[in-house]
C-alpha cells in the first residue's frame, strides 16, 4: 500500500489559503499509485485558538466537502489530519478520513488536550476511543491526534482489534522532537503495526512545529523520514510485515488483562 504524507506549514487562522494549499499539493505534488494521502493536525485554522469560536468549521460542514471532492478527483483514501470543528457549542480537534469514493470512513475527537499550548481552555475533549476503520483496499487502520501519542493505552485498544496502521496526525513542537520519534517508534513496537506520522512544519509565531513526519515499520525501524521544512515523501507499506511480526513477536496473544492494574 502506496501512503504518501503532505508536511507543510498551516497557516494561523486562513482556512482559505490552507485549503487552497492542499489543492495545490494534490495537483502538483501527488505521486502516482498513491493510494492514502495524509494531512497533518488542525489544518484549517492552525493553533488560532482564541479565533475558532468565530473560524472553526461547523459540523465538518466545509472541510468535510473539500476533502470529499479531492479524494473522488484524484481517487485515492485522505487521512484529512484534523480540523477545528463546532458541534453543539463546543470546539472540538476533530480527525476524519475520507475514502476515494467521497464516504467518511472514519471520525475521532482528540481525547488527551495539550496544557502547554492552552488547549483546554478552548477546546473541548472528545469522549470516546479512536475506532479501527477500513481503508478502500480493506486495511484495518486507526488514526490518532498529537498529545495523544503521549498515552499508550489509546492505541492499544484498535490494535488488539485488527488495525494494521496507525496515522498519527500532530503540530508537534521542535523542542519536543526527541519525544516524537521515540514515542511514534515505541508505538510501533509494543502493537506490532506501522505507524505513519504526518506533523506540522514553520513557526506560527507562537510555536515551532518540528515536521519529521515519518513511517515506521512494525520491528520500529523509521522507513522514511523527512525534515523540518514543508515537503512530502511516498512509501510502499508491505502490511504482510504486520502479520509476521505478530507472530514472531505475539504481544497481543500473550496479554494478562486479568492481572494488569
Not at 494561523?12 to 505534488?29: A, C, D, L, R, T
Not at 498529545?147 to 496502521?165: H, I, K, S
Request: proline letters at 5%.
Amino acid at each position: 500500500m502506496k501512503v504518501q504524507i503532505f508536511q507543510f506549514y498551516v497557516e494561523y487562522g486562513n482556512v482559505e489559503k490552507n485549503e487552497n494549499k492542499i489543492k495545490s499539493w494534490f495537483e502538483n505534488k501527488l505521486e502516482a499509485n498513491t493510494e492514502v494521502v495524509v494531512l497533518p493536525e488542525m489544518w484549517n485554522n492552525g493553533y488560532a485558538l482564541n479565533e475558532l469560536n468565530q473560524k472553526a468549521d461547523r459540523e465538518l460542514s466545509r472541510s468535510f466537502p473539500f476533502i470529499q471532492s479531492l479524494a473522488q478527483q484524484y481517487h485515492v483514501d485522505i487521512v484529512a489530519g484534523s480540523v477545528s470543528n463546532i458541534r453543539n457549542g463546543k470546539v472540538y480537534n476533530t480527525a476524519f478520513t475520507v475514502s476515494r469514493e467521497g464516504h467518511r470512513i472514519n471520525k475521532y475527537d482528540k481525547v488527551h488536550l495539550v496544557p502547554m499550548l492552552d488547549e483546554p481552555t478552548y477546546l473541548e475533549d472528545g469522549k470516546a476511543v479512536p475506532e479501527p476503520f477500513s481503508l478502500s483496499s480493506g486495511t484495518l487502520a486507526t488514526q490518532i491526534i498529537c498529545y495523544d501519542l503521549r498515552f499508550p493505552e489509546l492505541l492499544r485498544y484498535p490494535a488488539r482489534n485488527g488495525a494494521q496502521v496507525a496515522f498519527y496526525v500532530a503540530q508537534w513542537p521542535t523542542p519536543r522532537l526527541n519525544h516524537w520519534k521515540s514515542l511514534l517508534q515505541a508505538r510501533a513496537i509494543e502493537n506490532d503495526m506501522f505507524i505513519v506520522a504526518c506533523n506540522g512544519t514553520g513557526n506560527d509565531g507562537n510555536t515551532d512545529y518540528a515536521g519529521h513526519s515519518m513511517i515506521i515499520n512494525p520491528n520500529g525501524e523509521i522507513l522514511a523520514e523527512l525534515g523540518n521544512e514543508e515537503d512530502t515523501i511516498a512509501h510502499n507499506i508491505d502490511l504482510k510485515e504486520v502479520d509476521i511480526q505478530r507472530e514472531t513477536i505475539p504481544v497481543f496473544k500473550n496479554l494478562k488483562p486479568n492481572l494488569y492494574k
